[in-house]
């Protein structure tokens, strides 16, 4: 399955009417994109950037545990996949991946109130 086809059907489960991959958002740097994406494919973004995800990510990996024991993300070999519930706190999730949080030690502070 390519990609186009795999945007085609996440569109149709986000019930979304536009739906383009990150290569897509880097090339529009001057639009607003609001991340809805609910899955993140493994295998495509270790084929992209030539890494091994799980090595690359395990710290992010692991501080994603939490929200899988409180039913808020699906991890297993192949994706990463928000829940229903999950999908309330996708900026929550996607912040673990934010390397400049980290770097500003912002991680470690509670921001609900700025993500809800």
Known sequence: MNAASRL???NKHLGTRI???ETTRRL???IAF???ASVVVKDEISREFGIDFDKYFEE???RLE???QDGLVLLDQGQIR???LGRIFIRNLAMIFDPYLEKQQLIA???FSKTL
């Open 19 to 21: 739906c383009g991959s």
């Open 109 to 111: 502070k509670p921001l």
């Open 82 to 84: 928000a829940t229903w």
């Open 60 to 62: 992010e990996l692991r």
């Open 66 to 68: 939490p929200f899988r």
């Open 28 to 30: 529009c740097e001057y």
């Open 34 to 36: 609001r991340p809805i």
């Open 8 to 10: 085609e059907a996440l």
